[in-house]
């Protein structure tokens, strides 16, 4: 009895995670972005299922974060939304003058 329990409790419960990248790929039913994982890139697939929330429609070269849980070996999108883009340059400096 105290086995069916332990069952019934971890089947419940769904780890989330979440990926940001750019949109590989984006169709009704999947998304492939490109992760940045240290100096390597690797491709990620997610499916899209009508559960899926989305924030816009995904599209190639958007930047985008994924929420996402992992069933059967593949990684179900919960929602999608806009990522803020990278900055690869430094911020810019102050624009006031200099008081003399």
């Known amino acids: 009895m105290l086995l069916f329990a332990a069952a019934v409790h971890t089947g419940a419960q769904v780890k989330q995670h979440q990926a940001t990248g ?7 039913a999947q998304v492939t972005i490109l992760k940045k994982v ?3 890139t690797t ?18 070269s958007m930047r985008v974060r994924i929420y996402y849980h992992e069933e059967k070996s ?8 806009t990522a803020p883009p990278t900055s690869t ?3 810019a400096a102050s ?5 003399n």
């Open 43 to 60: 491709k990620w697939n997610f499916v899209v299922n009508p559960k899926t929330k989305l924030e816009t429609k995904p599209a190639k």
């Open 89 to 91: 340059s430094p911020p």
């Open 38 to 40: 240290g100096r390597n």
């Open 22 to 28: 750019t949109v590989l790929v984006a169709t009704p």
């Open 74 to 81: 593949q990684r179900i999108a919960d929602r999608i939304k």
């Open 95 to 99: 624009q006031t003058p200099p008081r």
